[in-house]
């Protein structure tokens, strides 16, 4: 870490060192267990996934190679953090990363047993313990180690939605990342590119293989774009290229940007003025941000923003008001506008919507919707609109009056379109990570 940021990660201590405390005191434990951690084995196999670490240990560790590593807050002690560095010739181990040797009390364990003893010790020394962390584990097998309640995870949660100036950096820095990406992945699909190759540019310009990416990346061609979270990689392009969209993020010391564009072959096509018309949307509604207090009130007038692109391309024949009101626009925009993003690309927390750890729920009409809090300073979210032609929820509508047709057969074989951008909320306006970056490029 340079000087910048070790002074923002010191910042970024302070102030969830303060959170943690307050929150632990408010449900009376005097400390709190964070494991990292454990990574599991596919059925009868020797082999795992990539391993995630608890996105509580990494937002006081920003350390993802943590596997078995545990976090003891210890009042107010110095935390410990109880590092296991196995004597192992099969992977390479890693040491406690300096960045934190500063800021916690480090023991480095070379076996996982006296790992455990360790900690088994450090918690005879204090009274309520909070565990967080993967279970069974034999800690909470202890008088004084509890689960913590519904309504602390969620408090916590909650307030994770809130970024420091720190995880601000990082997600920007991540967003930057990822921009290279598509402008790399944009060139290789002008190139005629099958989506295997353009996946490859990708993955060679922002120096992530697989298990760096935040989520795998959905390189689609044509109508594969109809598929929201296509997960493949064709590795011979289309007979004729139509359309390509690419929903691809970076990560950035743990944080996740997640970041979608979308072209067409032909820039003087149908397509191509669709492609614009969402990007205009996209621009204007993400300006109106700063009116707006409550992100389903935005969700539901990026519905109609959908709704006036139909209209405006001849999709649908009715007024927008009318196609929004006759759930129209949820055959053509069947997600939600957006989630809050950070260690997690679809960032837990959007559900609650009190400090006090108070649950909400998407309007029964938008069940997809992962965010439905009041839009505030330091939130970190998408904004991602889109119009899409899927078959099976067209079949929904198949026929109806207020649908063109044969509009929209033409446009079946593109796809889809969805843009979207990492935005932050800031106490007087929006700062647009996303379309920053491009500027910048
Ligand atoms: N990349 C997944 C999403 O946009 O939510
Ligand atoms: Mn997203
Ligand atoms: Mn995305």
């Known amino acids: 870490m340079d000087a910048n940021t070790q002074a923002q990660f010191r910042d970024h201590l302070a102030t969830i060192s303060s959170l943690w405390s307050d929150k632990l005191n408010q449900h009376q434990f005097d400390s709190a267990l964070i494991a990292a951690g454990a990574n599991t084995f596919y059925y009868d196999d020797d082999q795992s996934p990539p391993f995630h670490a608890n996105p509580h240990f990494l937002r006081w560790t920003v350390a993802e190679n943590s596997e078995h590593c545990l976090l003891l807050l210890n009042g107010n002690a110095q935390p410990k953090l109880l590092w296991y560095c196995p004597a192992d010739y099969w992977y390479l181990p890693s040491s406690a990363p300096d960045w934190l040797l500063d800021h916690f009390d480090c023991e480095s364990y070379s076996t996982r047993s006296d790992l455990e003893q360790a900690c088994l010790q450090h918690l005879t020394e ?33 307030a994770r939605g809130y970024k420091t100036p720190f995880e601000v950096t990082q997600i920007a820095k991540a967003t930057a990342i990822a921009v290279q990406g598509h402008l790399a992945a944009y060139d290789c699909f002008e190139a005629g590119g099958s989506e295997f190759e353009i ?23 044509n109508e594969h774009s109809s598929t929201l979270h296509y997960q493949h990689y064709d590795r011979d392009p289309p007979a004729k290229r139509l359309s390509f969209l690419i929903d691809a993020g970076a990560k950035k010391r743990c944080y996740h940007s997640d970041i979608t564009r979308s072209y067409s072959a032909n820039p003087n096509d149908a397509f191509a003025d669709l492609v614009s018309s969402v990007d205009e949307a996209q621009r204007s509604l993400v ?16 519905h109609l923003a959908m709704a006036e692109v139909l209209v405006a391309q001849r999709i649908v024949t009715c007024s927008a008001n009318a196609a929004f009101e006759r759930q129209l626009t949820d055959i053509f925009y069947p997600h939600g506008t957006g989630h809050l993003l950070g ?58 009056k207020d649908i063109n047709w044969s509009l929209v057969e033409q446009f079946v074989p593109f796809g889809g379109v969805r843009i979207e951008d990492n935005v932050l909320v800031e106490s007087n306006g929006i700062r647009n990570f996303t379309r920053a970056a491009f500027s910048a490029a």
């Open 126 to 158: 204090l009274s309520r313990v909070a565990y967080f962390g993967i279970t069974p584990a034999r800690y909470i097998d202890l008088a004084n180690v509890e689960l913590p309640s519904t309504v602390l995870q969620n408090q916590l949660a909650y």
């Open 199 to 221: 996946h490859l540019a990708y993955q060679q310009r922002t120096k992530h293989v697989h298990h760096d990416l935040p989520y795998p990346n959905i390189v689609a061609l």
């Open 287 to 302: 300006a109106q941000l700063p009116d707006l207090t409550d992100f389903v009130e935005f969700h539901e007038r990026t």
């Open 343 to 400: 260690l997690q690309t679809h960032d837990i927390g959007g559900h609650i919507v009190g400090p006090d750890g108070t649950e909400g729920k998407p309007p029964t009409r938008f069940p997809s919707l992962r965010l439905v809090r009041r839009i505030e300073a330091d939130l970190v979210f998408t904004v991602e609109p889109g119009i899409y032609f899927i078959p099976v929820l067209l079949d929904r509508v198949r026929g109806h």
